[in-house]
């Protein structure tokens, strides 16, 4: 019989809050050519000469507004699903974590497999929706090593999960203590991307961004488009949640100067949103299954201060899904259900 095994992966985090070890964080995470994708002397022109300079001081003082005692919010948070998720399996399954930058590293997480005899994997990408500078990057990465350490391995891997009913209503049960609490608005804030990320995506270059009103227009390309994606993603939960359009809207975060991202911008929007009256604002970050720099420090930090400098009044953030009972045992099914017939 085969011996099985689990790989959860995310994106990772550097290995402290130094900034040489932010440095190298860095140049791995944007040195990556799906998330900054230009000709490879381009791309090293662009982190030398302008990011690595001054960026990775910014980043470190981020990291150390949010660093625990164990380290790493999202390494931490990704070893307590590990954990809890191997209790919830038979002990014959080992589960193991990795991360597509910094440690632990993809090669160690498939090096471990290798060293434990497992050849038959269920690699599972903790990214609800398809980007190439998440999923597509991570799938790869696991793929590449796995063919460079142990060729005869086999690789089965979960989907973008964004549209499943089950996920849908795990995001609502942990949502719903936040939901039960008065205010004024939600918004979905998702994690941005380039505009031209949407279009490579495309494989018939004729729908995503082309077509008016692209996003809610039936097509093969959703399947590869991370807007469309949270556009659903957004209109389940609302669905779910019994939400009242006229409260809840859609942004996105993170974004890069030099060419255009998805819009609305997330930290625009807080100050929009309060200038048109809203005071008591509630957050949602659905593109992240666990809290880190993005939703602990671009969200719960810096974008309650903007939103109340901005005459806000109130801002919560609704917790991601982190270690939450009702996420391992989402996690769980999908991987028993490989487990009984190979299938996802």
């Not at 994106?11 to 000709?39: H, I």
């Not at 990704?78 to 919830?88: C, I």
């Not at 939703?295 to 991601?320: D, M, N, Q, Y």
Request: hydrophobic share 40%; net charge neutral; glycine share 6%.
């Amino acid at each position: 019989m085969p011996k099985r095994a689990v790989l959860i992966a995310n994106l990772g985090s550097p290995d402290s809050t130094s900034v040489p070890d932010v440095r190298r964080f860095l140049r791995e995470f944007l040195g990556d050519g799906r998330v900054l994708d230009l000709p490879a002397p381009l791309r090293w022109l662009l982190l030398e000469a302008i990011i690595l300079p001054t960026r990775p001081k910014r980043t470190a003082h981020a990291y150390s507004r949010i660093w625990t005692p164990e380290g790493s919010p999202l390494v931490v948070t990704s070893e307590r699903v590990r954990r809890d998720l191997a209790a919830s399996l038979d002990p014959g399954v080992a589960v193991h974590a990795a991360m597509r930058y910094g440690n632990p590293s993809i090669a160690s997480g498939v090096a471990t497999l290798v060293a434990a005899g497992c050849d038959d994997v269920l690699l599972v990408p903790q990214y609800p929706h398809y980007a190439m500078s998440s999923w597509e990057t991570v799938v790869v990465r696991v793929y590449e090593e796995a063919a460079r350490q142990a060729p005869g391995m086999r690789i089965s891997c979960v989907q973008p999960f964004f549209g499943d009913p089950d996920y849908i209503e795990l995001l609502h049960t942990v949502a719903s203590p936040f939901l039960e609490v008065p205010h004024d608005h939600l918004l979905f804030s998702f994690h941005g991307i380039p505009v031209r990320h949407l279009r490579k995506a495309d494989s018939s270059h004729a729908h995503c961004m082309v077509v008016a009103d692209c996003c809610a227009t039936c097509s093969p390309a959703h399947a590869t488009c991370y807007r469309a994606q949270c556009v659903r993603m957004t209109a389940d939960f609302a669905r779910r949640a019994g939400l009242d359009p006229a409260r809840y809207s859609m942004s996105f975060q993170s974004r890069l100067a030099g060419e255009p991202w998805l819009e609305p911008f997330t930290d625009l929007e807080f100050v929009r949103l309060a200038k048109a009256g809203v005071r008591r604002l509630l957050v949602i970050c659905p593109s992240f299954v666990a809290d880190c720099l993005e939703t602990l420090e671009e969200i719960s930090i810096v974008g309650r201060e903007t939103f109340l400098g901005a005459g806000g009044e109130h801002f919560e953030k609704i917790l991601c899904p982190n270690d939450h009972p009702a996420y391992i045992e989402f996690l769980a099914n999908r991987v028993q259900k490989w487990l009984n017939s190979g299938a996802l």
